[in-house]
Structures are given as C-alpha cells and as structure tokens.
C-alpha cells in the first residue's frame, strides 16, 4: 500500500491511497486508488485485450476471483455472479474497490484475453 497526493477535480490537492493488485495468472502488478475500481486500474497496464464492457457490473465480461485482500463490492447482476461464485471470491471486476493490496486471478472472458496476450508489450528498443 502507498500514497500520494493528488488533485481532486476542480479541488484541492489529498493524500489518496493506492493499492498494489497481484495479476496471479500473469504476475502483473497494477496500482488502484481507494475509490476506483479494479477494472479502472487494470486498464491502466496499457495492455490490449482487456475487455472493458459496461463498467456497472451488467454484462459480466469483467470476472475474476479475489484470493486475497480485502475490497468491497458495489451491487452486481446474479446473472453473472452468483451467490455461491461470491462467497468463493468471485466478482466483477467493475464493481470491486480495494481496500488493501490484493491478489486475483482472470475468469471467463478477461481469462481468455489477458492470458492469451500476456504481458504488456515491451518499448521498442528495450
Ligand atoms: S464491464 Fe460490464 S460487468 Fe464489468
């Protein structure tokens, strides 16, 4: 976990929190602020392949299973996580904040496209 300062919009410069998240299936790291989602930080990797659907936890192509840390979840759809699937950590990405560093894995559609595409690609030269 770490912090740094930032300027809300149209206010005044805050501390916020980051949160370092652990992409299990790819040993990726992502940093995600307290009050933005999982799938707003993971976008951030620059990585093709993410699938970025509607971001309101509607069409469920966003699904992965918290194995460790602690977040919270805003409501999601039954239709693409049920209750078993979230006693067992499973989620949607859009709609998970972090609370503390995390670990996950990709399910389902996310799975496909971030293994298949793996790690972000390197800058020409390097
Ligand atoms: S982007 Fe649609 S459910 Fe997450």
């Known amino acids: 976990m770490s912090s740094e300062r930032a300027r809300l919009p149209h206010g ?9 998240v652990l992409i299990e299936d790819t040993g990726e790291h992502f940093l995600c602020r307290d009050s933005e989602t999982l799938l707003s930080g993971m976008t951030r990797l620059c990585r ?4 970025v659907g509607c971001r309101g936890g509607g069409c ?3 699904k992965v299973r918290i194995t460790a840390g602690e977040h919270r979840c805003r409501p999601m759809s039954k239709t693409h996580v049920s209750d078993a699937e979230r006693a067992g950590g499973v989620a949607l ?3 998970v904040e972090a609370c503390g560093d995390l670990r996950l894995q990709v399910m389902g559609k996310m799975q496909r496209a971030v293994c298949r595409t ?4 390197e800058p020409p030269g390097t």
């Open 93 to 95: 990405a859009c709609c």
């Open 60 to 62: 469920g192509v966003c």
């Open 48 to 51: 093709k392949g993410i699938p």
């Open 118 to 121: 793996g790690k972000a690609s």
């Open 12 to 20: 005044p410069m805050v501390w916020v929190m980051e949160h370092d």
